[in-house]
């Protein structure tokens, strides 16, 4: 059994999907509910987890990986200078 919803969308879109309907030969309501069981799954495949506790989880990785506490900026100026080191003529990187 499905339930009614009412829902506002940008004109733009609302067009593009009565176009896309219209090409499907599709009501535009399936459409929709098509729309939502996707972006349901792709959701819940990822452990339905939001996205700033995804970042919260893996944050500092690299460092617990390698054992030690380093800021990423510093990780990356040593190793651009570790290449710009093998280069003729080039300039000392800041650090």
Same mark, same amino acid.
């Given at each position: 059994?499905?339930?009614?919803? #009412?829902?506002?969308?940008?004109?733009?879109?609302?067009?593009?999907?009565?176009?896309?309907? *219209?090409?499907?030969?599709? &009501?535009?309501?399936?459409?929709?509910?098509? *729309?939502?069981?996707?972006?349901?799954?792709?959701?819940?495949?990822?452990?339905?987890?939001? #996205?700033?506790?995804? #970042?919260?989880?893996?944050?500092?990785?690299?460092?617990?990986?390698?054992?030690?506490?380093?800021?990423? #900026?510093?990780?990356?100026?040593?190793? +651009?200078?570790?290449?710009?080191?093998? +280069? &003729?003529?080039?300039?000392?990187?800041?650090?």
């Amino acid at each position: 059994m499905n339930t009614r919803t #009412l829902i506002s969308l940008d004109q733009d879109d609302k067009a593009w999907l009565d176009e896309q309907a *219209a090409a499907r030969a599709q &009501p535009m309501t399936r459409m929709v509910q098509e *729309a939502v069981a996707e972006y349901r799954v792709r959701q819940e495949s990822r452990g339905g987890e939001p #996205l700033a506790t995804l #970042l919260e989880r893996t944050a500092g990785l690299f460092a617990r990986r390698r054992g030690t506490v380093e800021d990423g #900026l510093v990780v990356q100026q040593r190793l +651009r200078g570790e290449w710009d080191a093998g +280069r &003729p003529g080039a300039k000392a990187t800041r650090r």
